[in-house]
DNA sequence: TATAGTTAGTTACATAAAGTAAGTAACATA
DNA sequence: TATGTTACTTACTTTATGTAACTAACTATA
């Protein structure tokens, strides 16, 4: 593998192109959300969903937020970082609509 | 699975978010590259980089033009479809630049 | 003629990632 | 005591990817 390729660049596409990345955060644009809201808007499984949220937890894009309630209620928000994606997404939405055919 | 998500966005994070996927459009937004210069690049294995210029050219974002030299020579190339995801490319790019930290 | 070299793949097999479904902790309510 | 709630985790299956050897269709070299 030569290194032809921004590592900066490579290092972004590692976060966003792992599978359900993308769309949690693109779900988490409309506001905080809760682990089984984010579960059933885009059909993740609990386990991968799990898996995800930490590793945007790790990376500083999403921040997770215990509220002590009965039941507990846990709230995932998108930090700075994590709401910068957005006209990344946008580029990609834009780029549906004039490519992608209704099926 | 709700249908909260538009699916045109959808259809294009499943293309988008395939491994190797935006890297390989990356490349070829350079300009038109063989098969192991894709390979040796990026460093995607060869089984993949088969696979996934076979998705892309039924996607119609790629196109494969067999030069009849000797030994042959194939050239890959990005269509207008492929090419205009140049500016969500671009974007990703800059969010790298900004957030990414070198290592 | 036999041997080796070229590109663009494919094949077989091993490992890693994701899907599925059941289970758990820590409560509250009936 | 049994049931319900949320936010996960665990065990197991299926799918995706990596690795490395192999093939087709030539040409060049010994």
Redesign the pocket.
């Given at each position: 593998m030569d290194q032809t390729i921004c590592p900066k660049f490579e290092k972004a596409l590692s976060i966003m192109n792992?599978?359900?990345t993308s769309l949690i955060i693109f779900q988490l644009l409309e506001g905080s959300q809760?682990?089984?809201?984010i579960e059933s808007a885009i059909?993740?499984?609990?386990?991968?969903?799990?898996?995800?949220?930490?590793d945007l937890e790790k990376e500083g894009m999403v921040k997770?937020t215990v509220?002590d309630e009965?039941?507990?209620?846990?709230?995932?928000s998108l930090t700075d970082k994590g709401h910068s994606l957005k006209p990344a997404l946008n580029q990609i939405q834009s780029w549906a609509d004039q490519w992608i055919e209704a099926e």
């Open positions: 792992k599978r359900w809760r682990f089984c809201e059909g993740v499984s609990g386990r991968v969903l799990s898996e995800r949220l930490k997770r509220h009965t039941p507990v209620r846990i709230e995932y």
